[in-house]
């Protein structure tokens, strides 16, 4: 049975004072997964000192669901682009006039764009067409970019170097690459954001986690993917990037109210949230 959403709340109200507080940068709970009790999962979001999450769009359609439901609760924003799996199908017109629309409608981010040659759904020709074209569109628009790369490294090197230069704002979601990129992301003046992975027993990185600077770091679920330890192998939601916001605490030798302090305002100036 759907649950019937109530009245609009803001997903800080209720939030736990003595938890740790956040921000979830990248989910995607628009889509079939969260149809049944999305409201229930910004409760539980709530109840665990969530102030908010960045819906992604990685699709125009996707876009549009999450528009519909960040209209329909405080706390949840939302972003537009085409992912590299869908490249080939990347029309500049058609999509690059529907992103625009959303950015004119309240979408915080171009994105989920990027590179992704592991899978390669879409030619890279094509993908790096599309993460262009995005780019170009962030830039003339003023807007940050949410970038999706995996075993891209050169390419997506570039293209981010590039678009620092251009003064276009990004983060490298989801991270798990190289320490090289991550310092060229920096170095543009980007951030970088980590989810539930960083919690698997086969995440030995940890020197990754300790090179963000705090001011650049960001936090995500990426839900419904991704579930950290304890919850591994269940359907994320952005309720349990606590866990995640934890592990970094611990491994960056710091207080977790602290760094989630930091992450909360790193996150609204990155996306410019009110």
Same mark, same amino acid.
């Given at each position: 049975? !759907?649950? /019937? =959403?109530? &009245? @609009? $709340? ?8 003595? $938890? =740790? =507080? #956040?921000?979830?940068? +990248?989910?995607? %709970? ?15 979001? @709530? ?19 999450? @528009?519909r439901l960040a209209e329909a609760h405080g706390g949840v924003w939302w972003t537009a682009g085409v992912h590299p799996h869908d490249a080939a199908s990347y029309d500049p017109a058609r999509d690059g006039s529907g992103i625009r629309d959303a950015m004119t409608h ?11 040659? +592991? *899978?390669?759904?879409s030619p890279r020709p094509l993908q790096r067409r599309a993460f262009a074209d995005q780019l170009a569109i962030a830039r003339e628009r003023g807007r940050p970019v949410v970038v999706h790369t995996r075993e891209a490294e050169d390419d997506t090197t570039a293209m981010? $170097? ?10 490298? +979601?989801? *991270? !798990?690459?190289? +320490? ?13 954001? #980590?989810?539930?992975?960083?919690? #698997? ?22 839900? &419904?993917? %991704?579930? &950290? ?8 939601? &952005? ?27 790193? /996150?609204? @100036? #990155?996306?410019?949230? /009110?």
């Amino acid at each position: 049975m !759907t649950e /019937t =959403p109530g &009245p @609009r $709340r803001d997903v800080r109200d209720g939030a736990s004072s003595h $938890r =740790p =507080p #956040f921000i979830d940068s +990248h989910a995607h %709970l628009a889509g079939e997964g969260f149809s049944e009790d999305v409201a229930a999962v910004l409760q539980r979001l @709530r109840d665990a000192a969530g102030l908010g999450v960045v819906c992604s769009g990685e699709s125009l359609e996707a876009a549009a669901g999450a @528009r519909r439901l960040a209209e329909a609760h405080g706390g949840v924003w939302w972003t537009a682009g085409v992912h590299p799996h869908d490249a080939a199908s990347y029309d500049p017109a058609r999509d690059g006039s529907g992103i625009r629309d959303a950015m004119t409608h309240g979408a915080v981010a171009v994105g989920e764009c990027g590179l992704d040659y +592991h *899978y390669d759904h879409s030619p890279r020709p094509l993908q790096r067409r599309a993460f262009a074209d995005q780019l170009a569109i962030a830039r003339e628009r003023g807007r940050p970019v949410v970038v999706h790369t995996r075993e891209a490294e050169d390419d997506t090197t570039a293209m981010v $170097r590039d678009a620092g230069d251009a003064g276009i704002g990004g983060v490298l +979601h989801c *991270y !798990t690459g190289s +320490h090289a990129l991550a310092e060229v992301a920096l170095a543009a003046g980007w951030h970088v954001s #980590f989810s539930g992975i960083i919690t #698997f027993k086969k995440w030995d990185d940890l020197a990754l986690l300790r090179l963000v600077p705090e001011d650049r770091l960001l936090i995500e679920s990426d839900s &419904p993917y %991704l579930a &950290p330890v304890p919850n591994r192998g269940k359907r994320n939601e &952005p309720a349990w990037c606590a866990y995640t916001l934890q592990r970094l605490a611990e491994v960056r030798a710091v207080d977790v109210h602290a760094l989630g302090a930091a992450v909360v305002s790193n /996150t609204r @100036r #990155f996306f410019a949230l /009110t």
